[in-house]
């Protein structure tokens, strides 16, 4: 057991009704007996060293790397970098000097500093508050201290989706504070570093693809007349939370089979309840330790009617099988665009979306109808890469779409389906 005996302790546990006690209490007693499941500290260094390593070749004598709670970032380079997921603050970051000890540097204070400091001690032993959203003064304070104050210093996107960055408050106090300092703003360091997945990581995708058939499976057990969509959200966030997981997305929909109005489930679950006759179209996305897995597939409430069978039969799941197949090393992802092209060929349509990549969560590469958008580091699959087919075909008068989606590891032979939901139309 540590020893808490320390003068600073002594000070702080008679003084907890005071503000500033309580705000920058540290080797407190507090969550000492807390269990995180956490990296091993040999994959941090390996992290620590790939990004050292990118510093180096943009000449970067530090790296801000923030990370917060939006969906296309799920906590970034600061996740990575620290095993924090953030649900406070637009963002966190985490500050690495070329050499020396990184610095996370965390909105607040008190005990709920204190619960973060057990929660990233194996990746950071230097955990320090915003002051209350002081999160530039904190900032330049580690440069300065790492001797970087008139450095280069590089600025990792907050959201690479839409190339946001830190907020402009933060950004301007830092440029006032570091006068000397050339402020870069850097473009697609996390997702190079992380495209490729290491076995620890891939574990964790592992992991979230268990937990996301067990949110079908609550869809299909809790899938019954006069439950509502939102009810279904209820039950697949539940078997997610119930496993360690987080909720990244949970888009669920529902229409008659018989007078369908819908190609892809609703991105806000509603009240509507549910009739036998139904057909539920749904995407899914569970969490764990900073990584995701998706899933999609219709579920029917009923015997489906013979055209929505057949649609299934003869382009949903066939169409899907081919753009899977094109899943091996080595392969262009503009094959996976090729396979796609059966549902026109078949006089239908799709969304126009075929597969994404992930890296934390949805990201590169991309194959749409229309072409391959990709990166020099992901054009080409490789082991290790995850990678989200989710080809949606559409019927031609553009009033039923059926998702269909796993999530797959590209392995030195092939491809492996993260989840063991059965490749049928599900009927309930």
């Known amino acids: 057991m540590r020893d808490f005996t320390s003068p600073e302790w002594e000070e702080t546990r008679k003084r907890l009704d005071h503000g500033q006690t309580f705000a920058r209490m540290r080797n407190t007693p507090y969550y000492r007996d807390a269990v995180y499941p956490q990296f091993s500290r040999a994959e941090y260094d390996r992290r620590f060293a790939a990004l050292r390593a990118k510093m180096a070749d943009h000449d970067l004598d530090v790296v801000i790397c923030p990370g917060g709670p939006s969906h296309w970032s799920w906590s970034g380079g600061m996740g990575w970098l620290s095993g924090h997921w953030e649900w406070h603050c637009s963002a966190v970051y985490v500050v690495v000097p070329r050499a020396g000890e990184p610095t996370l540097i965390y909105g607040m204070g008190g005990t709920h500093i204190e619960a973060v400091r057990r929660e990233v001690a194996v990746a950071i032993s230097d955990v320090r508050s915003s002051r209350n959203g002081l999160f530039a003064e904190v900032m330049a304070e580690r440069i300065t201290e790492a001797g970087a104050e008139k450095g280069r210093i590089g600025l990792l996107e907050l959201d690479p989706r839409h190339k ?5 408050n933060q950004y301007l106090r830092l440029k006032d504070l570091l006068p000397g300092a050339e402020i870069v703003f850097t473009e697609g360091f996390m997702h190079e570093l992380v495209v490729v997945k290491s076995d620890e990581e891939l574990d964790c995708v592992r992991h979230a693809g268990r937990l996301c058939t067990n949110a079908m499976q609550a869809i ?4 019954r007349p006069g439950v509502t969509e939102q009810d279904l959200r209820a039950a697949a966030g539940a078997a997610i939370l119930d496993r360690g997981g987080d909720i990244d997305f949970l888009i669920i929909g529902s229409t008659p089979m018989d007078d ?3 190609v892809f ?8 309840e549910l009739s036998t006759g139904d057909i539920i179209i749904m995407e899914l996305a569970a969490g764990y330790r900073g990584y995701s897995a998706q899933i999609g597939q219709p579920i029917c409430l009923g015997a489906p009617p013979e055209a929505v069978q057949r649609f299934w039969d003869e382009i949903a799941k066939p169409g899907y099988e081919r753009v899977t197949a094109a899943i091996e090393p080595g392969r262009p992802v503009s094959d996976m665009v090729e ?6 060929a078949n006089g ?7 597969t994404h990549g992930i890296d934390f969560v949805s990201d590169g590469p991309h194959a749409f109808i229309g072409g391959a958008k990709t990166h020099d580091c992901d054009a080409i699959l490789k082991p290790g890469m995850v990678l989200m087919p989710e080809p949606n075909p559409i019927t031609a008068d553009g009033l039923l779409g059926m998702f269909v989606g ?3 590891i590209v392995t030195e032979h092939g491809r492996d389906c993260v989840d063991d939901w059965p490749l049928e139309l599900t009927v309930v």
């Open 164 to 168: 946001d960055y830190m907020p402009a």
């Open 348 to 354: 239908c349509q799709s969304r126009p979306i075929v």
């Open 339 to 344: 396979a796609a092209g059966f549902f026109r």
């Open 220 to 223: 299909a057990d809790r899938a």
């Open 260 to 262: 369908p109005a819908m």
């Open 265 to 272: 489930g609703n991105p806000r679950p509603s009240l509507r």
């Open 406 to 408: 796993h999530t797959f």
